[in-house]
Structure formats: structure tokens, C-alpha cells
């Protein structure tokens, strides 16, 4: 059983609007193999006919499903772990440096999924910051359905087998029947809300943003166009962290490029800094200039809640001590 070119084009049609992710010819299997379960709870049985209902019915919950199917909530605990590794010994340190007195430190977890980057940044800045150390985080997905999950804070055995290690379940998970629970602690340092990147972002401004393996679904205008929102809410001389195979290089011209162990992280171009020009589409290099750290300032919790070679200049960060550690770490994609 196949799609009709029909069907297919309809269902591409909502996800981008909807999302942005673009789906190409050639992911007719993808959508068949996502919506033929929902087709057949339904009691249609292919795709096909149950997406003449959704047509001929315009049901908001029909289309908001679709999207949700088409989107992929891969995630793990501390996932790639060089992101985490470089929270603990470059980004925190950095800040403490530039801003001596840390007050409250504002992270944003976007596309955070079923919530297992989120409370892995929280455990990461836990150990990192010390006992009474304050920090908010603010994550949000596009999808209801996995932030239920991610606010309820409950993992199945199989879930908390994917990454998680030993030392973090002993401290910071309990029993709760055949599940396990995180902790009332971390819970409280996140509010979960529903967000499409393609709106205003959360209420900033925030010192660290995760958005990780999200802009690989994305064209070069939405990039752009996501980028300059979260510039718009991370503070200078915050600190962008991108999936292993994205980069702002020849995508954004008010990123600096900041090469930190295997990996590299991101902070806005100096106020005042002459930038590349930004690159025409076709164009795949730039020029990045430096940063200057600026003041940090307090915050309260909001109410609501592939690589390209290119010549960079870096960041030489100063003479830092850190704290010893027991242990390193999607719009619903992956995280």
C-alpha cells in the first residue's frame, strides 16, 4: 500500500506550515509508516482515506496529531554528552569569570522533548554550581504530548537504561511502581511549556541556550530566522549550544564560533563589531568576529511558560577553577 502524490503533498503542506520541517519527495515511506497507526484507530484502513476525513473535516486535534506523528522526539539522558562536558568546564566557568556574582542563571531547553535534557541540565548545573545555587530553565516542544511526560517527570526502565548514569538515578530518582520518579528538587528548577520555534520565543533573557539537532530540519531563511530569535533573548555574552552536526556558520553573521573540546559552542557578535556580510543562499562561508561579555543581571522565572569549513576567530577563556564532578550527560525532534 502506498500514498497518492495527493495525500502526501497535503500532509507535507501542513507540517511545514505548521512547523517549518520540510518533508521532500522521497519521505512518502516515512509519513505512511507514522499516520497508518492513527489511520487505523480511526477505522480507515490506509492512509489515504483517513486523510480525505482530515480534509474534508479540518479538525484542528486531526491536523495538530499529523504533526505530532511527523515529528521525531528521539532523546536520551545526557545525549552526546559533549554539550554537558562543556557546561561544566568551559560555560559556567566563563560566566563566573566575566560575572562574579552569579545570580539567578536563566538556561532555555528548546524542542527539550519528553523533558530528558532538560532535568540533565538541571543534575549537570546542580553538581556544577553547588549546594543553594539558583538557576531557572525554561523548556519547551512543540508537542503537548511529550511535555506531559516531561512535567510528570515519571521514566520508564527503558528510558532511564538510555544514558542515565548510576550515581544520578541513586540521587536523584525514587521507585514509583514499575517506573522511577525524578526528584521534587529539579522539578521545581523547570517550567515546561508549548512552543513552535517559528513564534516569539520565552520570556528572556536567558544566559544559555540549548537548541540541539533541531535546525537540521529546517531550510537556510527559517535557520536564519530561529537564530535571530534566540539572539534576540540570550544575553551578551551568553552561550548557544547547537547539535554536533549544526553550526551557524554561513547561516547567521552575529554568531561567534567558540571551539570547546571535541565540539564548539556559540555567543553573539560584539556589539559594534563590523560582521561579514551575511552570505547570499548559495554562499556557505563567513567571517565570525569576537565577543565582549557584558554585566549579568537578575531574573525571575517566566509566568508562562552540517558543518561547514569556514575561517572563525576564537575565544580564549581565563584561567578558571572548577568544581570537582561525579559524572558527565526537539518542536519535537530530536534531542
Known amino acids: 500500500m502506498s500514498l497518492t502524490q495527493d495525500t502526501f503533498a497535503f500532509v507535507a503542506d501542513v507540517v511545514r506550515r505548521r512547523s517549518a520541517i520540510q518533508l ?31 480534509r474534508a473535516a479540518q479538525r484542528e486535534a486531526d491536523l495538530t496529531q499529523i504533526v505530532d506523528a511527523l515529528t521525531t522526539n528521539e532523546t536520551s539522558w545526557f545525549r552526546d554528552n559533549t554539550p554537558f562536558s562543556a557546561l561544566r568546564t568551559h560555560i559556567v566557568p566563563a560566566l563566573r569569570a566575566e560575572r562574579p556574582v552569579l545570580d539567578t542563571l536563566r538556561v532555555w531547553s528548546a524542542a527539550c522533548s519528553t523533558g530528558q535534557e532538560p532535568y540533565s541540565l538541571a543534575m549537570t548545573l546542580s553538581d556544577v554550581l553547588g549546594p543553594g545555587a539558583r538557576f531557572d530553565i525554561t523548556a519547551t ?3 503537548e504530548r511529550v511535555l506531559a511526560q516531561a512535567r510528570s517527570g515519571r521514566y520508564s526502565q527503558l528510558e532511564v537504561n538510555r544514558g542515565l548514569p548510576a550515581p544520578m538515578m541513586v540521587r536523584y530518582f525514587t521507585r514509583n511502581g514499575h517506573d522511577w520518579q525524578i526528584a521534587e528538587e529539579l522539578r521545581r528548577t523547570i517550567t515546561f511549556q508549548q512552543h513552535n520555534l517559528l513564534d516569539l520565543p520565552p520570556h528572556g533573557p536567558f544566559d544559555i541556550v540549548f537548541l540541539r539537532n533541531v535546525l537540521i530540519y529546517f531550510d537556510l531563511e527559517t535557520k536564519r530566522s530561529i537564530l535571530s530569535r534566540v539572539h534576540r533573548v540570550l544575553r551578551p555574552g551568553g552561550f548557544l549550544v547547537l547539535g554536533a552536526a549544526e553550526t ?10 567558540v571551539p570547546v573540546d571535541r565540539g564548539s559552542v556559540y555567543r553573539p557578535v560584539q556589539a559594534g563589531a563590523v560582521p561579514s556580510p551575511r552570505p547570499a543562499p548559495s554562499t556557505l562561508a563567513g567571517v565570525v568576529p569576537g565577543t565582549t561579555p557584558a554585566p549579568f543581571a537578575p531574573a525571575t522565572r517566566p509566568g508562562l511558560a552540517r558543518p561547514v569549513t569556514a575561517s572563525t576567530t576564537t575565544t580564549t577563556f581565563p584561567p578558571t577553577r572548577t568544581r570537582p564532578t561525579g559524572s558527565a550527560f526537539e518542536q519535537g525532534v530530536t534531542r
Open 141 to 143: 516542544d512543540l508537542s
Open 248 to 257: 551557524t556558520i554561513g547561516v547567521d553573521h552575529d554568531w561567534e564560533r
Open 24 to 54: 521532500e519527495t522521497g519521505k512518502e515511506y516515512l509519513v505512511e509508516s507514522r499516520l497508518l497507526p492513527i489511520a487505523r484507530d480511526a477505522g480507515h484502513p490506509g492512509v489515504d482515506a483517513y486523510i480525505r476525513e482530515v
